[in-house]
């Protein structure tokens, strides 16, 4: 079937941990996204890929990085940098049209 | 810059009866404009969007929407509501950068 899968669906981490949250598609779309979401603030977008090794800062980059070396992946790497990192986190794809995964929750403990 | 005003936190509707969630957005020209849902705990789905033509926009799941230019609107409706339909939904403005509004948290009560 085709969608978009994102790993782990819940996450842990200590203070001081990178974490990688993982997504795949095979809806061979160009576009991919790395939307945060927190309770009242809607969808905030953190990064995005147009096409394969390019990627743009979003609106909340910061202490977020990203990389684009298949078109099927677009893995989201929350650094020791990002003051707040419990979210949940959405990836989407898009072909005009968004389409989202299932999410990824982190928990920082 | 482009933003989406939802000015209604959470709503709580009747079973049966009508809804509508208002949806106000800034943007320079013609906007994309759509409306998506989410379940507890699970992505977002799209409902229905509009990108010209015309204004009245049907959706999946009995939804549809009116894209008013001069209110700067584009309000969701459904006619009668379910249990089911009890979620969060999102307003989302935008061409190849979508940028969401805070989302409408919908009860529905029996």
């Known amino acids: 079937d085709g969608g978009i899968t994102q790993s782990p669906k819940y996450l842990f981490r200590k203070e001081g941990q990178n974490v990688t949250l993982s997504c795949e598609q095979n809806?061979?779309?160009?576009?991919m996204y790395w939307y945060r979401q927190d309770p009242g603030q809607g969808l905030r977008l953190i990064y995005y890929?147009?096409?394969?090794?390019?990627?743009q800062k979003g609106d909340i980059a910061e202490g977020y990085s990203v990389s684009r070396e298949k078109k099927e992946s677009f893995p989201l790497t929350v650094t020791s940098a990002q003051k707040n990192p419990t979210a949940f986190y959405l990836c989407?794809?898009?072909?005009?049209?968004?389409?989202f995964g299932e999410g990824s929750r982190l928990t920082v403990l | 810059a482009q933003s989406v005003t939802q000015p209604d936190i959470h709503i709580t509707v009747s079973e049966g009866a009508s809804l509508e969630l208002r949806c106000n957005y800034s943007?320079?020209?013609?906007?994309?404009l759509f409306w998506y849902v989410q379940s507890p705990g699970q992505g977002l789905q799209l409902l229905l969007k509009?990108?010209?033509?015309?204004?009245l926009v049907q959706g999946i799941k009995g939804f549809e929407a009116e894209f008013k230019r001069s209110q700067s609107s584009f309000n969701l409706r459904k006619p009668s509501v379910h249990w089911s339909d009890a979620a969060e939904y999102f307003c989302?403005?935008?061409?190849?950068?979508?940028?969401f509004g805070a989302g409408t948290r919908l009860f529905v009560k029996a």
């Open positions: 989407a794809t898009s072909n005009g049209e968004l389409f």
């Open positions: 809806l061979n779309h160009d576009a």
């Open positions: 890929s147009q096409i394969v090794n390019d990627f």
């Open positions: 943007y320079g020209a013609t906007p994309y």
């Open positions: 509009y990108f010209s033509g015309d204004t």
């Open positions: 989302g403005t935008g061409g190849f950068k979508t940028i």
